[in-house]
């Protein structure tokens, strides 16, 4: 089997994180930077989860006769919290392009730009 569809996962959040930071990076509109801001999200945890899977592993919680290797719970965990960071942030992102829309009319950088 070649290299790539080996690490298919690891190729697949990294072209999705890639999107997310052209998104970032290339547009204007603030609702397409917080866009593009959660799906860089979504390829980090998708990347954690992913990084902590090991083939033939078996669940952390089993009964007695279970044999080794063991999944580690801990990179579900930090996506679990990272999860609930990230809609939080979405929260405040989006309330405050809310306000500013309110204010200037607008959601292009460029025009606020001009008006500062």
Known sequence: MSPLLENLDY????????IGLWTLIAD??????????????????????TSGMIEGGDAPITG???????????PH??????IVVAVSTTAVA?????????EHGT???????GRW
């Open 11 to 18: 190729v697949a959040t990294t072209i999705l994180f890639c």
């Open 28 to 49: 204007s509109n603030l609702i397409k930077k917080v866009m593009g801001l959660n799906i860089m999200e979504t390829a980090v945890f998708a990347f954690i989860v």
């Open 64 to 74: 007695p006769g279970a044999e080794l290797p063991f999944m580690s719970p801990i």
């Open 77 to 82: 965990a930090l996506v679990l919290t990272g």
């Open 94 to 102: 989006l309330a405050l392009l809310l306000r500013v829309h309110r």
């Open 107 to 113: 959601l292009d950088i460029d025009e606020l730009r």
